[in-house]
């Protein structure tokens, strides 16, 4: 019966992805909203949105309605995730009516931005809406034995915010989230390179050159990368050659805030669950994790064993498509 149906939904800052239960990963696209401003309509969302980032003439402007993964723009989030159910809907061969959804809310977001994302859900014609906290819905992602009495670290490195978590019986024992991530990446490659090289790069290139020419601090083999931008001095394009070693340098500053909020984390760990953590380590998620090298470098850092989700990008949607019976459990166990 398609009211049955169970979807999961991760609104993040980056990326939005729409799991189904049964029938799997139906939309994976950028939390991104071309909008006209003239006519003061949604001209395109997701990939073909992002596409037109720094591309686009002056009347349309590209919008992320979700920033530090709460939501800035509500009525554009509205549009966008309606876009989103009708297009995963078509992908999934059905109409998805009335279904039971599942999202995932960050821990730093507020019962009022809480209450929004439920709404704009509701809105669209979900039956019932339960709502999740990130960390724990990448636990179930990952497979972690979230309902035990067994303490599990998550840390999430997402577009807007990295977040460290430390989970166990179905709940968040102690977090802590800054609200920077891949974005502040991008960024601070952008003024690397505009430091650097008096040259302007736009964001979607700075995003490329973490993904191939990023790394975190150990020693690596140096990789290069030719990346063209706009000479500051002469306003004309020029290439330059970028390496990994550059890039460490530029990433520096927030892998050491990273870094600094597992640590103050780990440190606030009741002492009954200090044990599982030593034996069970950490586990990397979201799309930062992927960033060359980190996994190597928390584990030099931290003396607790690093381990990467199977897959980073995903294991949110998936925890959160897959929490309902948790939820339901949980919720009995409350009353
Ligand atoms: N290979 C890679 N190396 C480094 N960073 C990557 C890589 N692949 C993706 N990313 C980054 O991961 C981030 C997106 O991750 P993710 O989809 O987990 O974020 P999100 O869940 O949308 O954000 P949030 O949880 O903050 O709301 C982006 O900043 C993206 O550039
Ligand atoms: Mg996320």
């Given at each position: 019966m398609l009211s049955n149906e169970e979807i999961g939904i991760?609104?993040?800052?980056?990326n939005i992805l729409i799991y189904s239960k049964s029938k799997g990963m139906l939309l994976n696209e950028p939390s991104v909203v071309a909008y006209n401003?003239?006519?003061?309509?949604?001209i395109a969302v997701g990939e073909e949105a992002k596409k037109m980032v720094g591309k686009t003439p002056k009347n349309v402007i590209p919008v992320r309605p979700l920033r530090d993964g709460v939501i800035a723009d509500f009525d554009m989030t509205s549009q966008m995730l309606k876009e989103f159910l009708k297009k995963a809907g078509k992908s999934s061969g059905m109409s998805i009516r009335k279904p039971t959804v599942v999202v995932c809310t960050p821990s730093g977001s507020t019962s009022v931005e809480r209450r929004a994302i439920e709404n704009a859900v509701k809105n669209y014609g979900a039956k019932q809406v339960h709502l999740i906290e990130e960390p724990i819905a990448a636990a179930i992602g990952a497979d972690?034995?979230?309902?035990?009495p067994l303490a599990n670290v998550i840390v999430d490195i997402g577009g807007g915010t990295s977040e460290v978590a430390i989970i166990s019986f179905g709940g968040v024992v102690s977090s802590n989230s800054i609200r920077s991530g891949g974005d502040v990446m991008d960024e601070e490659i952008m003024n690397y390179v505009r430091k650097q090289y008096n040259m302007l790069i736009g964001i979607r290139t700075a995003e490329l050159i973490k993904m191939e020419v990023g790394q975190a601090p150990v020693e690596h083999e140096e990789r290069t990368m030719e990346v063209r931008g706009r000479d500051m001095v002469t306003g004309l394009p020029k290439p330059i050659q970028l390496t990994s070693t550059e890039i460490q340098g530029a990433l520096k500053e927030i892998l050491a805030q990273i870094l600094e909020t597992i640590r103050t984390t780990l440190e606030s760990c009741p002492p009954e669950l200090s044990g599982d953590i030593v034996d069970r380590g950490i586990i990397l998620t979201g799309g930062?994790?992927?960033?060359?090298g980190l996994q190597d470098w928390l584990s030099s850092e931290i003396v607790v064993p690093v381990h990467m989700a199977p897959n980073p990008l995903e294991s949110v949607a998936v925890g959160t498509g897959r929490s309902l019976k948790m939820i339901k459990k949980l919720q009995k166990a409350n009353k």
């Amino acid at each position: 019966m398609l009211s049955n149906e169970e979807i999961g939904i991760d609104l993040g800052t980056a990326n939005i992805l729409i799991y189904s239960k049964s029938k799997g990963m139906l939309l994976n696209e950028p939390s991104v909203v071309a909008y006209n401003t003239d006519t003061k309509s949604v001209i395109a969302v997701g990939e073909e949105a992002k596409k037109m980032v720094g591309k686009t003439p002056k009347n349309v402007i590209p919008v992320r309605p979700l920033r530090d993964g709460v939501i800035a723009d509500f009525d554009m989030t509205s549009q966008m995730l309606k876009e989103f159910l009708k297009k995963a809907g078509k992908s999934s061969g059905m109409s998805i009516r009335k279904p039971t959804v599942v999202v995932c809310t960050p821990s730093g977001s507020t019962s009022v931005e809480r209450r929004a994302i439920e709404n704009a859900v509701k809105n669209y014609g979900a039956k019932q809406v339960h709502l999740i906290e990130e960390p724990i819905a990448a636990a179930i992602g990952a497979d972690l034995p979230v309902d035990e009495p067994l303490a599990n670290v998550i840390v999430d490195i997402g577009g807007g915010t990295s977040e460290v978590a430390i989970i166990s019986f179905g709940g968040v024992v102690s977090s802590n989230s800054i609200r920077s991530g891949g974005d502040v990446m991008d960024e601070e490659i952008m003024n690397y390179v505009r430091k650097q090289y008096n040259m302007l790069i736009g964001i979607r290139t700075a995003e490329l050159i973490k993904m191939e020419v990023g790394q975190a601090p150990v020693e690596h083999e140096e990789r290069t990368m030719e990346v063209r931008g706009r000479d500051m001095v002469t306003g004309l394009p020029k290439p330059i050659q970028l390496t990994s070693t550059e890039i460490q340098g530029a990433l520096k500053e927030i892998l050491a805030q990273i870094l600094e909020t597992i640590r103050t984390t780990l440190e606030s760990c009741p002492p009954e669950l200090s044990g599982d953590i030593v034996d069970r380590g950490i586990i990397l998620t979201g799309g930062g994790a992927l960033l060359n090298g980190l996994q190597d470098w928390l584990s030099s850092e931290i003396v607790v064993p690093v381990h990467m989700a199977p897959n980073p990008l995903e294991s949110v949607a998936v925890g959160t498509g897959r929490s309902l019976k948790m939820i339901k459990k949980l919720q009995k166990a409350n009353k």
